[in-house]
């Protein structure tokens, strides 16, 4: 385990000539966001609970007390293995799920402190480019539909079809796309284009911050680098904020300003990209970077973390990740860990760190 240091690396090119980020005002705070899934119950199932004749059913604790800051006009990248929560988390920011428990904040105000208008705002402002870019497209509807429909309803676009068919051309040109073809159904596009067109219609109703939920990940290589530039290049011609949600650490490390390490429902490290990729502190996270491939002359030995990614149903006690640690102590399987600063804007959730 790497030893922590108070000497923090300049800000990564992504982030190069921008405003610091540290004293921009947080565009979403979460603050201890919890979301758990269960089974719906029948009136029959709900009564004989009351009696205690039948056992409640089973929660899946998808997020545990999650906080994070996305401050404005930053790329936050979220890393984890596959079911540990980030697609979750995103879709509570988007607001496609409530959250359990928890607050979550818009530009330094509650969220549910906020009035019907200002709600309203917050949610068209923060807009989603999901990972299956066929399955999220309405097969029934041309692309000149899918761009405009939200932009129409939320009277974004004035003026008549003209003037509509105008701004969807604008938004299909700033995704890539030819408007030539919005005319075409979401089957006759490749899957690079469609991703193109997902972004097309998040970017339709001016959005300030984009989640971006492993918006690459099934694309090809070649495809996933252009997918990847046309992100960067919006974010500076539309002064975009994003939450990237990946478990590709290659990605994650060329697009990020900071990363965030999530571990069954937790963020168990934060920190900017390059002292996440150089001065790792927690485990797990030096677990992830250590199997990560690379391009090297010599041989080299791979094998995955040990042990296998426990049940969201029945989390382990103390620190989720001790059943596969292997610094793991007493301490570790009784208490949780608490995610605080190791050094300036450099956040682990371990119990390792108090031993130094």
């Not at 603050?31 to 009564?47: A, E, K, P, Y």
């Not at 949600?245 to 490390?253: N, T, Y």
């Not at 426990?310 to 610094?327: D, E, K």
Request: proline share 6%; aromatic share 6%; with cysteine.
């Amino acid at each position: 385990m790497t030893t922590p240091t108070n000497d923090m690396a300049s800000p990564p090119a992504a982030g190069a000539g921008r405003q610091d980020q540290s004293v921009r005002p947080p565009l979403w705070e979460l603050r201890g966001i919890s979301r758990t899934f269960s089974n719906r119950q029948d009136v029959v199932s709900r009564l004989g609970m009351k009696l205690n004749l039948i056992k409640p059913p089973a929660k899946v604790h998808a997020l545990d007390s999650v906080n994070l800051t996305v401050r404005k006009g930053e790329v936050v990248g979220l890393v984890g293995e596959s079911g540990c929560g980030k697609s979750t988390l995103g879709r509570v920011v988007a607001g496609v799920l409530p959250p359990s428990s928890g607050e979550l904040y818009w530009h330094g105000k509650a969220l549910s402190t906020l009035s019907g208008a200002e709600r309203h705002s917050a949610r068209l402002r923060t807009q989603m480019v999901f990972q299956n870019p066929f399955a999220s497209l309405n097969p029934r509807m041309p692309v000149s539909e899918i761009v405009a429909e939200a932009p129409r309803v939320h009277g974004i676009i004035k003026g008549g079809r003209a003037a509509e068919q105008s701004y969807v051309d604008e938004q299909l040109r700033r995704a890539g796309l030819d408007p030539a073809m919005k005319g075409r159904y979401a089957h006759q596009f490749s899957g690079g284009q469609r991703q193109r067109i997902g972004i097309a219609r998040a970017l339709a109703v001016q959005p300030e911050f984009l989640i971006c939920d492993e918006a690459v990940a099934a694309l090809d290589v070649s495809i996933q680098a252009q997918i990847l530039n046309l992100f960067m290049d919006l974010r500076e011609q539309l002064d975009l904020t994003y939450l990237f949600i990946s478990h590709d650490l290659g990605v994650v490390e060329h697009v990020s300003d900071r990363v965030a390490i999530m571990y069954l429902g937790r963020i168990v490290e934060e920190a900017a990209v390059a002292d996440v990729f150089e001065r790792a502190n927690h485990p797990y996270t030096l677990a992830l970077l250590q199997e990560a491939p690379h391009i090297e002359t010599r041989k080299r030995r791979f094998s995955a973390i040990k042990g296998e990614l426990p049940s969201a149903l029945n989390p382990p006690s103390g620190c989720y990740f001790h059943p596969r640690c292997p610094h793991a102590f007493e301490r570790c399987r009784a208490e949780r860990p608490v995610l605080k600063n190791i050094a300036a804007d450099h956040k682990s959730a371990c119990h390792l760190n108090d031993r130094h």
